[in-house]
């Protein structure tokens, strides 16, 4: 298909996880059908392609909106008011600073500078080489675990900045 | 599995489940809640399963991942039946012992029994220990003793019995009675009447009405919902049908977060199970009733928690909120008529039906009935989930259950209701839980998530952490919140930051009123209210930010700069 597909490729096939940069065309096809003229399904559809691809390319917005007969401008409105959309290719390993209460009462704020530090880039981003991608999440109800972050949805409980190094260092 | 066409169906299947169940099998219920999973339960369940399989003990022992227990702060949570001793801080490598020492040998393993930190008294089971001492778990308490994902066990503890009281024992105008009678207040935030609602909803003009749950739950430090309805779906489903036969309505949405993947496969279990046995779908029980659930998610924002935007959102659309001078009961999704109501909400119906209202209503305040559940966070030795009367102090909840401040740091503030409610100080704990008089003190119960704070935390900087979060979260859709949260933001990040300004304090609360009066939505109107409960009872600390450049609570790092 669209050679924009494999932009967010890293080369090493080991080091790829399944999904992640290469889209499963079929996967996709099979949504849009699932959902073809059915205009209410917007934000669902939008969801489950982000959740096999980890983000919308611009071509599949299209196709999302062919679909499901909704102007591209309200699939666009869609894809840019939530935070869970990505318009741009996440990293390989995606880190999730907890920024809830409970977590910034017991010391998040200083996780995520020193996560921040660390990766050179700031919540929203993703690194050069697509390695990390960082976000903040409000909270994950989980707030006897505070602070915690979570890469690739592996939970790191109460850390501290001291111990982060060590935990991002298992991530290739 | 079979349908099941009649209650007589229903309770000779019940009978079938009960008479399979050996009272005196042992069976390891392992907390699966979310705070567990955090913790890698998942690990110290397979090691239950291999160590199981190498003693072959397959036939003899039963294995259970529950819902939440509530007393994260000690996860993972083991509890071995029929003796229920409760197991503390489970690793993987504690296993072998259990199986061996607790499981076959009967012989409780010390050192992972409570321990009381001040007496060092030890507890063996779970209603001895403190945290749950005394609660009233009638919402939650069944978890540890069902699989959420075994329908046979919620009909094992006598689950839809409810439901098939109120179709074939009760006509519609009877439930609808009771609920009112019960006086059961929504458990979102609002506090407003559950029998009022559906009663409105139900005589809106219109053949088609809707009802939802809101499992939206966005609010920071809020996890007693997701406890719930994760650990116990089948409660808050069958609240759902009942609630939707009551109003009737033939078509019912569950509004649900997208990032939590246990609960979301929970709920598609716990629908596609009532549907095999026909509690959902067409002629439910033989009744002739129809109902049918979808379930939508949110994609992380916390607006589209709000009624009026939740409902757009089920439409496909953006979830911007609209006026409400009619309100979404009378026209919601599509502008039908829409009865939306909390996960904690629908909970509370079963039990009513089954007890009656005069048994639910002897339960809290004068006006605040039943039990509540409270997400407790923040500087507290035990977060976690706490079910209690309504009425009980706060003081009870932060000592009692809390187990109260650790590290030995003072009490400063309570903070009731996340980014939209109030901050209550430590010289007020004695008030009880109650919708009113919190309210009446300037913050709100809110969905119940109580946030304890101590001494060092500034509280400048929480109201400024509050608009930050909202800053975000807002839609935009109206001027006031935009631009209102934009500004005191601002204000908050400078005087934070050392640059407060004499007048200040003022125009905070000229913006706040303004935001408060005329924004599009409760969440909006809801926005100064955090910082407006902090002014009226922490004042010196924003003035001591403003005129003597000092954070009292030695946090803000600029102002700590100036103290050096």
Same mark, same amino acid.
């Given at each position: 298909?669209?050679?924009?597909?494999?932009?967010a490729?890293?080369?090493?096939?080991?080091?790829?996880?399944?999904?992640?940069?290469?889209?499963?065309?079929?996967?996709?096809?099979?949504?849009l059908?699932?959902?073809q003229?059915?205009?209410?399904?917007?934000?669902?559809?939008?969801?489950?392609?982000?959740?096999?691809n980890?983000?919308?390319?611009?071509e599949?917005?299209?196709?999302?909106?062919?679909?499901?007969?909704?102007?591209?401008?309200?699939?666009?409105?869609?894809?840019?008011?939530?935070?869970t959309?990505?318009?741009?290719?996440?990293?390989?390993?995606?880190?999730h600073?907890?920024?809830?209460?409970?977590?910034?009462?017991?010391?998040?704020?200083?996780?995520?500078?020193?996560?921040?530090?660390?990766?050179?880039?700031?919540?929203?981003?993703?690194?050069?080489? =697509?390695k990390?991608? =960082?976000e903040?999440?409000?909270?994950?109800?989980c707030?006897?675990l505070?602070?915690?972050?979570?890469?690739?949805?592996?939970?790191?409980?109460?850390?501290s900045?001291?111990e982060?190094?060590?935990? =991002?260092?298992k991530y290739? | 599995?079979?349908?099941?066409?009649?209650v007589?169906?229903? +309770?000779?299947?019940? $009978?079938?489940?009960?008479?399979?169940?050996?009272? !005196?099998?042992?069976?390891?219920a392992?907390?699966?809640?979310i705070? #567990?999973l955090?913790?890698?339960?998942?690990? &110290?369940?397979?090691?239950?399963?291999?160590?199981?399989r190498?003693?072959?003990?397959?036939?003899?022992?039963?294995i259970?991942?529950?819902?939440c227990?509530g007393? #994260?702060?000690?996860?993972?949570?083991? &509890?071995?039946?029929p003796?229920?001793?409760?197991?503390?801080?489970v690793?993987?490598?504690d296993?072998? +012992?259990?199986?061996?020492?607790?499981?076959?040998?009967?012989?409780?393993?010390?050192?992972?029994?409570y321990?009381?930190?001040?007496?060092?008294?030890?507890?063996v089971?779970?209603?001895?220990i403190?945290f749950?001492?005394?609660?009233?778990?009638?919402?939650?308490?069944?978890?540890?003793k069902?699989?959420?994902?075994?329908?046979?066990?919620?009909l094992?503890?006598?689950?839809?019995?409810?439901l098939?009281?109120?179709?074939?024992?009760?006509?519609?105008?009877?439930?609808?009675?009771?609920?009112?009678?019960?006086?059961?207040?929504?458990?979102?935030?609002?506090?407003?009447? *559950?029998g009022?609602?559906?009663?409105?909803?139900?005589?809106a003009?219109g053949?088609?009405?809707?009802?939802?749950?809101?499992?939206?739950?966005?609010e920071?430090?809020?996890?007693?919902?997701r406890?719930?309805?994760?650990?116990?779906?089948?409660?808050?489903?069958?609240g759902?049908?009942?609630?939707a036969?009551?109003?009737?309505?033939?078509?019912?949405?569950?509004?649900?977060?997208?990032?939590?993947?246990q609960?979301?496969e929970?709920?598609?279990? *716990?629908?596609?199970e009532?549907?095999?046995?026909g509690?959902?779908?067409?002629?439910?029980l033989?009744?002739?009733?129809?109902?049918?659930?979808?379930?939508?998610?949110?994609?992380?924002?916390?607006v589209?928690?709000?009624?009026?935007?939740?409902?757009?959102?089920?439409?496909?659309? %953006?979830?911007?909120?609209r006026? $409400?001078?009619?309100?979404?009961?009378?026209?919601?999704?599509?502008?039908?008529?829409?009865?939306?109501?909390?996960v904690?909400?629908?909970?509370?119906?079963?039990q009513?039906?089954?007890?009656?209202?005069?048994?639910?209503?002897?339960?809290?305040?004068?006006?605040?009935?039943?039990?509540?559940?409270?997400?407790?966070?923040?500087?507290?030795?035990?977060t976690?989930?706490?079910?209690?009367?309504m009425?009980?102090?706060?003081?009870?909840?932060?000592?009692?259950?809390?187990?109260?401040?650790?590290?030995?740091?003072?009490?400063?503030?309570?903070?009731?209701?996340?980014?939209?409610?109030?901050?209550?100080?430590?010289?007020?704990?004695?008030?009880?839980?109650?919708?009113? &008089?919190?309210?009446k003190?300037?913050?709100?119960?809110?969905?119940? !998530?109580?946030?304890v704070? !101590?001494?060092?935390n500034c509280?400048?900087?929480?109201?400024?952490?509050?608009? !930050?979060f909202?800053?975000g979260?807002? #839609?935009?859709?109206?001027?006031? #919140?935009r631009?209102?949260?934009?500004?005191?933001?601002?204000?908050?990040?400078?005087?934070?930051?050392g640059?407060?300004?004499e007048?200040?304090?003022?125009?905070?609360?000229?913006?706040?009123g303004?935001?408060?009066?005329a924004a599009?939505?409760?969440?909006g109107?809801?926005?100064p209210?955090?910082l407006?409960s902090?002014?009226?009872?922490?004042r010196?600390?924003? +003035? %001591?930010h403003?005129?003597?450049?000092?954070?009292?609570a030695?946090?803000?790092?600029?102002?700590?700069?100036?103290e050096?």
């Amino acid at each position: 298909m669209s050679p924009t597909y494999e932009k967010a490729d890293s080369g090493s096939g080991e080091r790829r996880r399944s999904g992640k940069e290469t889209m499963d065309n079929d996967r996709i096809e099979q949504i849009l059908n699932e959902h073809q003229g059915q205009a209410g399904s917007l934000i669902k559809v939008l969801m489950e392609i982000q959740e096999q691809n980890h983000w919308l390319p611009r071509e599949v917005l299209v196709k999302v909106s062919e679909k499901l007969e909704v102007p591209l401008s309200r699939v666009l409105r869609i894809a840019t008011f939530y935070k869970t959309f990505s318009l741009t290719p996440k990293g390989r390993h995606e880190i999730h600073v907890c920024t809830g209460t409970a977590c910034k009462v017991r010391g998040a704020q200083r996780v995520l500078d020193e996560v921040q530090e660390l990766t050179g880039i700031k919540p929203g981003e993703t690194d050069s080489d =697509l390695k990390f991608s =960082l976000e903040t999440v409000n909270c994950q109800g989980c707030c006897s675990l505070g602070p915690m972050i979570e890469v690739d949805g592996k939970t790191h409980s109460k850390i501290s900045p001291a111990e982060i190094a060590d935990a =991002l260092k298992k991530y290739e | 599995m079979a349908r099941i066409n009649s209650v007589a169906e229903l +309770e000779e299947l019940r $009978k079938g489940i009960l008479s399979k169940i050996e009272p !005196d099998k042992p069976c390891i219920a392992i907390c699966a809640g979310i705070a #567990c999973l955090g913790l890698g339960n998942d690990r &110290v369940i397979s090691a239950f399963e291999e160590e199981i399989r190498k003693q072959s003990l397959e036939t003899k022992v039963d294995i259970r991942a529950t819902g939440c227990h509530g007393f #994260c702060e000690k996860g993972p949570i083991v &509890v071995i039946y029929p003796e229920e001793i409760c197991y503390l801080e489970v690793t993987p490598e504690d296993v072998p +012992e259990i199986i061996t020492q607790t499981v076959v040998g009967k012989k409780v393993i010390d050192r992972l029994i409570y321990t009381d930190p001040n007496t060092g008294a030890k507890a063996v089971h779970q209603f001895e220990i403190p945290f749950y001492k005394n609660q009233s778990r009638l919402l939650i308490g069944n978890n540890p003793k069902i699989n959420p994902k075994s329908i046979e066990d919620y009909l094992a503890i006598g689950g839809y019995s409810a439901l098939a009281k109120a179709l074939f024992a009760m006509n519609p105008e009877q439930v609808l009675e009771e609920i009112k009678k019960a006086n059961l207040r929504g458990r979102g935030g609002g506090g407003f009447p *559950a029998g009022s609602k559906w009663e409105t909803t139900r005589n809106a003009p219109g053949e088609e009405k809707y009802v939802i749950v809101n499992a939206h739950e966005g609010e920071p430090g809020a996890f007693m919902d997701r406890a719930l309805f994760t650990g116990n779906p089948h409660l808050v489903l069958e609240g759902l049908i009942i609630g939707a036969y009551t109003i009737g309505s033939h078509q019912g949405f569950i509004y649900t977060r997208h990032d939590t993947p246990q609960l979301r496969e929970n709920i598609d279990i *716990a629908l596609s199970e009532a549907k095999e046995y026909g509690l959902l779908g067409k002629n439910i029980l033989g009744s002739g009733f129809n109902f049918n659930v979808e379930v939508h998610l949110d994609v992380g924002i916390f607006v589209s928690g709000e009624s009026s935007a939740l409902m757009r959102s089920i439409e496909g659309k %953006a979830p911007e909120p609209r006026p $409400k001078y009619i309100r979404t009961s009378v026209s919601g999704i599509w502008n039908k008529p829409s009865n939306l109501n909390n996960v904690e909400t629908w909970a509370n119906v079963p039990q009513i039906i089954n007890n009656g209202s005069k048994w639910y209503s002897s339960i809290g305040t004068e006006r605040s009935k039943g039990t509540k559940l409270i997400s407790l966070s923040g500087n507290i030795c035990n977060t976690g989930v706490v079910e209690v009367p309504m009425g009980t102090s706060l003081k009870e909840i932060i000592y009692n259950f809390g187990g109260g401040i650790p590290n030995g740091k003072k009490l400063k503030a309570v903070h009731f209701g996340g980014p939209m409610g109030g901050s209550i100080p430590e010289s007020l704990i004695d008030s009880p839980l109650d919708f009113d &008089v919190l309210s009446k003190l300037g913050t709100s119960l809110g969905a119940g !998530d109580m946030l304890v704070l !101590d001494e060092d935390n500034c509280m400048v900087e929480v109201a400024r952490y509050f608009l !930050d979060f909202l800053s975000g979260e807002s #839609c935009g859709k109206c001027v006031p #919140c935009r631009e209102g949260i934009r500004q005191m933001l601002k204000i908050l990040t400078d005087i934070t930051d050392g640059k407060g300004k004499e007048g200040d304090i003022e125009l905070l609360e000229e913006i706040a009123g303004v935001v408060g009066e005329a924004a599009l939505c409760s969440l909006g109107r809801s926005v100064p209210k955090p910082l407006l409960s902090m002014l009226k009872y922490f004042r010196d600390e924003y +003035e %001591a930010h403003i005129k003597d450049k000092r954070c009292p609570a030695l946090f803000c790092k600029e102002l700590k700069k100036g103290e050096l």
